[in-house]
């Protein structure tokens, strides 16, 4: 089997703030060894603050990393540019947010087309369709955003993530910000989504219960894995 993502030895430093004395740099990823392999679901939790967000953003390459190595999808990424980056990430890397990130403008069949447009990918209209068919909002296609529940907007985001059956899906604290209900729902969708589509799963979560449904589940602790 072969490995969707592969950390080596990766550190992340923030220098000190210019002009200002004393300020020491910050190292929020400390040597971080990682590995997801494909087709797996990996849940990362950890006290706020240890590391995780920062993790995922390196390793979808959001962030550099300040030294080490980092393969996403069987590429070095670490000098990889802006648009070298966005060629690999296109259609085969996902990302679902804490705070949705839906374009406001834009209804929800709109929200999770314009990706796969972008992509370049063949039928956009109906892989939108069956995605919004997989997360039970068919019946919202045409509304936007500001018309949607939590929960719903959610759901728009993961049909987003999933539309292009992405090879990886990286989700940030996906329920943080909905009810336990709603964030149930959400949670339920990406994993078995994520199983149909054989899309590696990388999820940040505080919730015990969302990180137990992962196959493994590692622990992030001042910006190490323990
Ligand atoms: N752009 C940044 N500049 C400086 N420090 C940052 C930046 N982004 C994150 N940090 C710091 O890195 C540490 C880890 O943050 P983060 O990865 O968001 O943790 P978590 O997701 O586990 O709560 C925190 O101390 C945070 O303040
Ligand atoms: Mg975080």
Known sequence: MAEALRLT?????FPAASGADGSASLDVLKGVDFVAMDGESVAVVGPSGSGKSSLIAVAAGLERASRGEVTLLGERIETYGEDQLAKLRRGRVSMVFQSFHLLETMTAFDN???????????????????????????????????????GERQRVAVARALASDPALVFADEPTGNLDAESGRIVADLLFSIAKDRGSTLVIVTHDTDLAARAGRTVHMRDGHIV
Not at 9 to 13: E, R
Not at 112 to 135: H, Q, S, T
């Open 112 to 150: 999770v087309r314009a990706p796969l447009e972008i992509a370049r990918l063949d039928k956009v209209d109906a892989r939108a369709n069956a995605a919004l068919d997989a997360v039970g909002l068919s019946a919202r296609r045409l509304h936007y955003p500001g018309q949607l529940s939590g």
């Open 9 to 13: 030895g990766v550190w992340l430093t």
